[in-house]
C-alpha cells in the first residue's frame, strides 16, 4: 500500500495503524499479565504519563535529500543508515527540529554531542564484536555498553529520576517473559520497579541510581574513548557515601530503598557519567536472550524502538522531563513493508 507522506512525498506506509492493536489486549487492564502485575503490586504508584515519541504511522522514504535521521514520522531507507542494519537516534522529545541533518549517534564508539532540557552531556555506544572495544570486553559477558556523561543543568532529586522503557502504545505480550516467576525476579532484582501493561501506555521504569551498572561522579568531565572504563565512584555524593567505600553492588542495594533515595540530589556542578552495559539483549541481531529462550524483539515491540532515556517523573502530575531518550531501530522493523527492491520504486 501507497500513501502520502507527512513531509508531501510518496513513501511506504511502515508499522500498524491504531486500530491494529486491539488483538494485544482487548479488555486492557483484564488480561493476565495485568493481574500478575497488580498481583505481586508492581505498579502501585501513580501512573506515568507517556509522550507521544512515535507516530502511530512511520514512513520510510527513499530520496536521500528528504530522508533525515531525526523526524519522529519517518524513517530513511535501511541503506542509508551509516551502521547499517541498526540506527540510533534522537527522539522527539529532544530535537526541536525534526529536518535536522545531523547524523545518528554512530555504534563505532565514537563520543556523540546532545543536550535536553534536563542534561547537557555526550553518548557513547560501545558493541562487543568491535575492535576497538575490545579491552572493554575482555574477559566479560557483555554484548554491549551504552555510556552517557554530563551535568544536570538544575537540581534533580534521585527518587524523581527513573531508567527503562516506555512505549506509546501497546506491545505484544511476550508470554514467558513476564510469567509470575519472571516478574518476581525483576522485582528482586530491581525493588522500585515500576510496570504499566497497557493499550496506551507501557513502561517498565526503576531510578536510575538503583539500576544503572557502573556510576561515576567527579569534578571534572569524563573522558570518553573505545576502551575507556568507568570506575564506581561516588564519594562525592556526601552522606553514607563520603565516609564509605561502596561498590556498584552496596549502592544498588542502598538506593533500593526510597527513604535513601529521597536524601540525594544530581548536583549541577558535578560531572556525572553513567555505564549502562548488556548481557541480555544482542543488538545486531534484535534478540533478547533470558530465562533460556530467545525473543526477537522486533515481533514484539510493534514498530517502537528499543529506548535509551532517562526522566523525572512527577508524581503528582504524572509528568515529567527527559533528561535524554534515544531510539534503536534494527532494519528487519522495516523488512515485513519495504524491500531494498521494492522500496526502489518510490519517488
Same mark, same amino acid.
Given at each position: ?19 491494529? +492493536?486491539?488483538?494485544? +489486549? *482487548? ?8 493481574? $500478575? ?5 508492581? !505498579?502501585?504508584?501513580?501512573?506515568? /504519563? ?26 530513511? %531507507? ?5 551502521? /547499517?542494519? %541498526? ?34 552531556? &555526550?553518548?557513547?555506544? /560501545? ?57 518476581? $525476579? ?10 504499566? $501493561? !497497557? ?33 564506581? *565512584?561516588?564519594?562525592?555524593?556526601? @552522606? *553514607?557515601?563520603?565516609?564509605?567505600? &561502596? ?6 542495594? +542502598? ?5 535513601? $533515595?529521597?536524601? +540525594? ?13 548488556? !548481557?541480555?539483549?544482542?543488538?545486531? !541481531?534484535?534478540?533478547? /536472550? ?12 510493534? @514498530?517502537?524502538?528499543?529506548?535509551? %532515556? ?17 531510539? &534503536? ?7 515485513? &513493508? ?10
Amino acid at each position: 500500500n501507497m500513501s502520502a507522506s507527512p513531509l508531501g512525498l510518496t513513501a511506504e506506509r511502515m508499522l500498524f495503524k491504531e486500530g491494529e +492493536f486491539s488483538s494485544v +489486549f *482487548d479488555r486492557p487492564g483484564d488480561d493476565e499479565i495485568s493481574h $500478575l502485575v497488580r498481583e505481586l503490586d508492581l !505498579d502501585s504508584d501513580p501512573s506515568i /504519563r507517556v509522550q507521544q515519541t512515535v507516530d502511530l504511522q512511520v514512513m520510510i522514504v527513499k530520496p536521500k535529500e528528504f530522508a533525515h535521521f531525526h523526524c519522529p514520522r519517518t524513517l530513511p %531507507l535501511p541503506e542509508l543508515w551509516p551502521d /547499517r542494519p %541498526l540506527l540510533l537516534r534522537a527522539a522527539k522529545t529532544q530535537v526541536s527540529d525534526p529536518l535536522d541533518t545531523r547524523s545518528p549517534v554512530s555504534f563505532n564508539a565514537v563520543p556523540y554531542a546532545f543536550e535536553t532540557e534536563l542534561f547537557k552531556g &555526550m553518548l557513547l555506544v /560501545r558493541l562487543s564484536d568491535n575492535p576497538k572495544c575490545t579491552s572493554y570486553f575482555k574477559g566479560k559477558a557483555r554484548l554491549s555498553s551504552v555510556v552517557l556523561t554530563g551535568q544536570f543543568k538544575a537540581p534533580v532529586g534521585f527518587a524523581e529520576l527513573v531508567t527503562g522503557q516506555e512505549f506509546c502504545h501497546a506491545v505484544k505480550n511476550p508470554g514467558s517473559i513476564l510469567s509470575a516467576a519472571a516478574l518476581k $525476579l525483576f522485582k528482586f532484582l530491581a525493588p522500585l520497579l515500576k510496570v504499566k $501493561l !497497557d493499550k496506551g501506555d507501557t513502561y517498565f521504569l526503576s531510578p536510575l541510581a538503583q539500576t544503572v551498572q557502573c556510576m561515576h561522579v567527579g569534578n571534572a568531565p569524563f573522558a570518553l574513548a573505545p576502551d575507556c572504563q568507568v570506575p564506581e *565512584d561516588t564519594r562525592l555524593l556526601g @552522606g *553514607d557515601f563520603a565516609t564509605t567505600t &561502596m561498590d556498584f553492588e552496596k549502592r544498588k542495594k +542502598f538506593f533500593s530503598k526510597v527513604s535513601n $533515595l529521597e536524601k +540525594f540530589t544530581y548536583d549541577p556542578r558535578l560531572f556525572y557519567t553513567f555505564d549502562f552495559y548488556n !548481557d541480555k539483549i544482542n543488538i545486531n !541481531d534484535f534478540e533478547l /536472550r533470558i530465562l533460556g529462550k530467545k525473543f526477537d524483539l522486533a515481533a514484539y515491540l510493534l @514498530g517502537q524502538p528499543v529506548r535509551v %532515556l532517562a526522566r523525572t517523573m512527577n508524581e503528582a502530575s504524572g509528568s515529567g522531563g527527559y533528561a535524554w531518550n534515544f531510539e &534503536m531501530w534494527h532494519e528487519k522493523q522495516t523488512g515485513a &513493508m519495504c524491500s531494498d527492491a521494492a522500496c526502489d520504486t518510490v519517488s
